[in-house]
């Protein structure tokens, strides 16, 4: 499986983003996608991820309420909708998938198999 996100980009605290994690293979429906973020100088955190196989949602509770992941698998793509975005989201952006992890380590970065290469979301106060 090979991950691809984009659309990063500066905006000014309160704006919006999306962001889009497209992916090949043909086993896309079956992959849970998660979005983690790393700003500089911290670790990688979870953000959301969305199971294969149903759908369900899960959230940190720093963007729960602010941001929606979601899914298309006709387009093979997650999407991350960012609203009443912060400086504190500033961060490279990004997208993993993983076809078999279990509920307990969704929030793991370890844990996913499959990686994407990040893109940036600068918040500007």
């Known amino acids: 499986v090979q991950l691809q996100a984009f659309g990063g980009g500066l905006v000014q605290a309160g704006g919006s983003l999306r962001l889009s994690c497209t992916a090949s293979?043909?086993?896309?429906?079956?992959?849970?996608i998660g979005w983690f973020r790393q700003a500089p100088g911290k670790e990688r955190e979870f953000v959301a991820t969305?199971?294969?196989?149903?759908?369900?949602?899960y959230y940190s509770d720093s963007v729960k309420g602010r941001f929606t992941i979601s899914r298309d698998n006709a387009k093979n793509t997650v999407y991350l909708l960012m609203n009443s975005l912060k400086p504190e989201d500033t961060a490279v952006y990004y997208c993993a998938a993983d076809p078999s992890i279990i509920l307990s380590s969704i929030r793991m970065a370890h844990q996913y198999e499959y990686w994407g290469q990040g893109t940036q979301v600068t918040v500007s106060s």
């Open positions: 969305i199971r294969g196989n149903g759908g369900t949602t």
């Open positions: 293979g043909r086993t896309f429906t079956r992959q849970t």
